[in-house]
C-alpha cells in the first residue's frame, strides 16, 4: 500500500485522482481548503508536520487565481503563495519523509511546456506592478518549471524523482476563476472539448503506477517536454530557491 498525498485532493484532477487511487487500495491523504490554507506559509509548514512520516507519492495540486491581486495576511499575492510558496514548502519539508519511501515520486500538476509567453519577473515576484490572471498564471508555470529543476540541482543524493505534469484542456472548474463572458465561454468549451478530471485522472493513475526513473521529467500529458529549455535553466532555478528559502523562513513559525 502506498502513501499518496494530494494538495488539492478534494475537487477537480486532484480530487478525481485521489478517488480513483483509493479504489487500487491506496493510502490517500487527500487536503482541501479544509485542512488549511495553503496561500499561508505557517499553515503550510505546520501541515507537514501532521503528515506520515513515510510518503510514496506527493501529489501537488492545489492553485488558486484571482481577476484582482489579493494579498494574504503575511503579505503574499495569493496566487503565488499557493502556486509557487507551497509547492516549493512542501517538496522540502517532505522530503525526509518521501526519502523513507522505496521509490518516492513528486507530481507537480502546472502548465509545463505551455506556451512560452512570460517568464520570472524578478524584480516583482508578486506582481505588485501591473498584476493580471495572466501575467500570474504564466509566471506561475514558468516558476513550477524552475521548481523542479531546482528540486533535482538542491538535493542530487536524493531519490526522489520530480515528474511536472501539464495535464492540458480538462473540464476542472478553472473556468470559475474568469470574469462574465469569459466564464461562460470558457465554461461552454471546457464542456465540450475538455477531457473530464476522471479521464484526466486515469492517465495521472497510469503514470504513477509505472512513473519515470528520471530524476526530472517534464511532460506534456504523455510528451516529453525537453529540459535543455530555457524554463529549465539551472541558474535560474538556484536563484528561485534561494529567494523561496528567504520568503518563506520568517514565516514557518
Given at each position: 500500500m502506498?502513501?499518496?498525498?494530494?494538495t488539492?485532493?478534494?475537487?477537480?484532477?486532484g480530487?478525481?485522482?485521489?478517488?480513483?487511487?483509493?479504489q487500487?487500495g491506496d493510502?490517500?491523504?487527500?487536503?482541501g481548503?479544509?485542512d488549511?490554507?495553503?496561500t499561508?506559509?505557517?499553515?503550510?509548514?505546520?501541515?507537514?508536520?501532521?503528515?506520515?512520516?513515510?510518503?510514496?507519492?506527493?501529489?501537488?495540486?492545489?492553485?488558486?487565481?484571482?481577476?484582482?491581486?489579493?494579498?494574504?495576511?503575511e503579505?503574499?499575492?495569493?496566487?503565488?503563495a499557493?502556486?509557487?510558496?507551497?509547492?516549493?514548502l512542501l517538496?522540502?519539508?517532505?522530503?525526509?519523509?518521501?526519502?523513507?519511501?522505496?521509490?518516492?515520486?513528486?507530481?507537480?500538476?502546472?502548465g509545463?511546456?505551455?506556451i512560452?509567453a512570460?517568464?520570472?519577473?524578478?524584480?516583482?515576484?508578486?506582481?505588485?506592478?501591473?498584476?493580471?490572471?495572466?501575467?500570474?498564471?504564466?509566471?506561475?508555470?514558468?516558476?513550477?518549471?524552475?521548481?523542479?529543476?531546482?528540486?533535482?540541482?538542491?538535493?542530487?543524493?536524493?531519490?526522489?524523482?520530480?515528474?511536472?505534469?501539464?495535464?492540458?484542456?480538462?473540464?476542472?472548474?478553472?473556468?470559475?476563476?474568469?470574469?462574465q463572458?469569459?466564464?461562460?465561454?470558457?465554461g461552454a468549451?471546457?464542456?465540450?472539448?475538455g477531457?473530464?478530471?476522471?479521464?484526466?485522472?486515469?492517465?495521472?493513475?497510469?503514470?504513477?503506477?509505472?512513473?519515470?526513473?528520471?530524476?526530472?521529467?517534464?511532460?506534456?500529458?504523455?510528451?516529453?517536454?525537453?529540459?535543455?529549455?530555457?524554463e529549465?535553466d539551472?541558474?535560474?532555478?538556484?536563484?528561485?530557491?534561494?529567494?523561496?528559502?528567504?520568503?518563506?523562513?520568517p514565516?514557518?513559525?
Amino acid at each position: 500500500m502506498r502513501t499518496v498525498v494530494i494538495t488539492g485532493g478534494t475537487r477537480g484532477i486532484g480530487g478525481a485522482l485521489a478517488d480513483r487511487l483509493r479504489q487500487a487500495g491506496d493510502r490517500v491523504v487527500a487536503i482541501g481548503s479544509a485542512d488549511a490554507d495553503l496561500t499561508s506559509v505557517r499553515q503550510t509548514a505546520a501541515l507537514t508536520n501532521r503528515l506520515p512520516d513515510k510518503i510514496d507519492v506527493l501529489v501537488l495540486a492545489a492553485g488558486r487565481f484571482g481577476q484582482r491581486r489579493v494579498v494574504t495576511d503575511e503579505g503574499f499575492e495569493q496566487s503565488f503563495a499557493i502556486y509557487v510558496l507551497s509547492r516549493y514548502l512542501l517538496a522540502e519539508r517532505l522530503r525526509p519523509a518521501l526519502d523513507r519511501a522505496e521509490a518516492p515520486l513528486i507530481l507537480n500538476l502546472c502548465g509545463t511546456g505551455g506556451i512560452r509567453a512570460g517568464g520570472i519577473n524578478w524584480d516583482d515576484l508578486q506582481l505588485a506592478d501591473g498584476y493580471s490572471l495572466f501575467k500570474a498564471t504564466m509566471q506561475g508555470a514558468r516558476a513550477n518549471d524552475l521548481l523542479g529543476a531546482g528540486f533535482a540541482a538542491a538535493h542530487p543524493e536524493s531519490q526522489v524523482r520530480y515528474v511536472l505534469y501539464n495535464p492540458l484542456f480538462v473540464n476542472s472548474g478553472m473556468h470559475r476563476y474568469l470574469r462574465q463572458p469569459a466564464r461562460a465561454i470558457v465554461g461552454a468549451s471546457a464542456a465540450l472539448f475538455g477531457r473530464s478530471t476522471d479521464t484526466a485522472a486515469a492517465h495521472l493513475a497510469a503514470l504513477l503506477a509505472q512513473p519515470p526513473t528520471a530524476r526530472l521529467t517534464a511532460l506534456r500529458r504523455r510528451t516529453p517536454v525537453p529540459l535543455t529549455r530555457p524554463e529549465f535553466d539551472r541558474p535560474a532555478a538556484a536563484r528561485l530557491y534561494t529567494l523561496l528559502a528567504e520568503l518563506t523562513g520568517p514565516h514557518r513559525g
